[in-house]
């Protein structure tokens, strides 16, 4: 199983190889965000991730379709893959309409980008219709499935639809989705989130305690004390493992509590919620292997 950390800035990449050159990070660029970041992924520091893949930009677009509807085409994007695709581990289908109707019109970008001797992974947003069964009987082999449908679905619903493809050897990518529950206890083989980026810039970092009970022991920390308090799950300052907290930083990241508050507080907090996500995909293919998923 593959994280892929969705909008990857290559500050924050260049920060954390200094402390895990060796460690395997992935990430996911949007075509709907092509910026100076894009760029430079892809001339500079390309050798430093493991895996890259790229987002048509349709969440981006459907966010806000007034401002994105002229920077992000189906043409456009189009014109792109005939040039870069060959940069992109995979890369996905324009699937432009979200709603539980829009599958006509996001097969038939499937099929334009096909017949121009593109490979799209096909996005699934109804996992209740047809279009897992048509893409599993066209042949693909990996298909990703919108956040949409992951959202509010409870785990036995994942397991029936990540089962139909996984019987007939095909992988399943959730789009924004890196809920441990959701990919431990799944055959999912790839996943992509922002998380590592918005729970920093909110105030907080994520950290794997070994001493915390059950089978999620995942801490969501808040560091700033401007942070809603409808958000904050724990403070800091209240937080009984701070110990091993500050012994966990020193040891993994040569960080302290000082660096997560200081002037660069959000590059360290990304370089620490990125070392979570790094870490949580070890523990899910450990899940993984104990379950016997291929």
Not at 11 to 16: G, P, S, W
Not at 119 to 126: C, N, R
Not at 133 to 155: F, T, V
Request: with cysteine; aromatic share 12%; charged share 30%.
């Amino acid at each position: 199983m593959k994280i892929y950390h969705a909008d990857l800035t290559t500050e924050a990449l260049v920060a954390y190889r200094r402390h895990h050159p060796s460690k395997s990070v992935r990430a996911l660029l949007s075509y709907g965000r092509r910026d100076a970041n894009f760029s430079k992924m892809l001339s500079s520091h390309r050798s430093k991730v493991d895996e890259l893949i790229l987002d048509s930009g349709t969440f981006t677009l459907n966010s806000n379709p007034a401002k994105y509807a002229d920077k992000i085409t189906f043409d456009g994007y189009m014109a792109y893959l005939k040039i870069r695709a060959h940069d992109f581990d995979f890369y996905f289908n324009f699937d432009a309409d979200f709603s539980k109707s829009g599958f006509d019109n996001n097969f038939a970008y499937q099929l334009d980008l096909e017949h121009a001797g593109l490979k799209p992974v096909p996005v699934v947003h109804d996992c209740y219709g047809e279009e897992i069964d048509i893409y599993i009987d066209r042949g693909h082999k990996l298909i990703a499935i919108g956040s949409g449908e992951l959202k509010y679905a409870g785990l036995d619903e994942l397991r029936h639809i990540v089962d139909i493809c996984y019987r007939k050897g095909v992988n399943v990518h959730f789009l924004g989705c890196t809920r441990y529950r959701k990919l431990a206890y799944l055959p999912v083989s790839s996943a992509d989130s922002t998380t590592w980026l918005r729970t920093g810039s909110s105030g907080m970092i994520f950290y794997w305690n070994p001493l915390k009970s059950g089978y999620d022991k995942l801490d969501k920390i808040t560091i700033d004390d401007n942070v809603p308090k409808r958000i904050v799950k724990c403070h800091i300052r209240d937080y009984m493992f701070r110990d091993q907290l500050e012994e966990y930083l020193h040891r993994d990241l040569n960080m302290s509590l000082d660096d997560l508050m200081g002037k660069k507080k959000y590059l360290y907090r990304a370089v620490a919620n990125i070392h979570y996500f790094v870490l949580l995909e070890e523990l899910i293919n450990q899940k993984h292997r104990e379950q016997g998923f291929k």
